[in-house]
């Protein structure tokens, strides 16, 4: 007959060994008013950088167009047509 589950070997753990250099505990350093403005600085200015590369950019290649457009009716304009 098969052993009964009160008849098998049971393996028993060791108790853990407490550390003995354990880091502390670490605790979140305390969200300040000063904490939040810096943060939220940093968070305008990036935005703020990246926002005016694409205005720039969009500018650039709007006005680009429009020179192009201009130029083309300048040539035309020269040509006589």
């Not at 880091?23 to 935005?47: F, G």
């Amino acid at each position: 007959m098969g052993l009964l589950s009160a008849d098998r070997p049971k393996t028993v753990r060791n108790n853990k060994r407490p550390a003995l250099q354990s880091p502390p505990d670490p605790s979140p350093a305390p969200i300040t008013e000063n904490v939040i403005r810096t943060t939220v600085e940093d968070i305008i200015q990036n935005q703020k950088e990246s926002l005016l590369g694409k205005f720039t950019l969009t500018m650039r290649t709007m006005l680009n167009n429009e020179l192009k457009s201009m130029r083309e009716d300048i040539k035309d304009i020269r040509l006589g047509y």
